[in-house]
């Protein structure tokens, strides 16, 4: 978890460093103020987070929209609508066990466009809304919703590129802020998300 904490502080440091350039360009590019709508989609590495030494990530996918707001010549505002297949799987005694967990996610990311070139610095909150949990032991699907809570708050640091053409590709870590399991009796017990994702997308109308 050290190396993306690391290289999201290596993203807000390359923000800070054009802050003051980019503040004249504000008031001169806000006619260019304007929206452009999206889709998007990719795969997920998930995992959960607590003193389990034999867990393992899971694979699955995320799919959904997003809003681009675009403010200044150089920054833009992204909120985006997605569903989020995450959990783990974990390995007890010889058996595989699989912890599918299903949100609706929402997140709110601040852009910092990099001088025009379609590559994009991007970080911000994000919640989740629980809509499915389901532990899986040898094929048989149990469901485990009551287990846990049904939002989840995460930061989300990232980057992402877009074509000239409207495709692009995207690449974030989310971490997970919160404890999302209803124990929290014992301190072993604290689950939190992780979510390594990497996607497509593709903005209509982008310039």
């Known amino acids: 978890m050290k190396k993306p904490i690391f290289v999201s502080a290596l993203c807000m440091l390359a923000l800070l460093s054009h802050a003051q350039s980019t503040h004249n360009y504000a008031t001169e590019n806000a006619t260019n103020t304007h929206v452009e709508f999206g889709l998007k989609g990719g795969l997920n590495i998930a995992e959960l987070h607590n003193n389990d030494a034999d867990y393992k990530s899971r694979i699955s996918f995320n799919a959904g929209g997003l809003a681009h707001i675009h403010f200044s010549r150089y920054f833009a505002l992204q909120p985006e609508l997605m569903y989020s297949g995450q959990g783990r799987k974990l390995t007890v005694e010889g058996r595989d066990i699989k912890t599918k967990l299903s949100y609706i996610n929402m ?14 610095v991007q970080t911000g909150p994000q919640i989740g809304w629980l809509v499915n949990a389901k532990s899986e032991v040898n094929d048989q699907h149990n469901d485990i919703k009551d287990n846990f809570k049904n939002t989840d708050f995460s930061w989300v640091f990232g980057t992402s590129y877009l074509t ?35 996607g497509v997308f593709y903005q209509f109308k982008a310039k």
């Open 107 to 120: 997140p709110v990311l601040l852009q910092y466009m990099v001088n025009n070139s379609g590559l994009r």
């Open 164 to 198: 000239r053409c409207g495709f692009g590709v995207d690449a974030r870590y989310n971490l997970g802020i919160n404890n999302i399991n209803k124990n929290e009796d014992n301190s072993s017990n604290k689950l939190k998300n992780s979510v390594f994702a990497v």
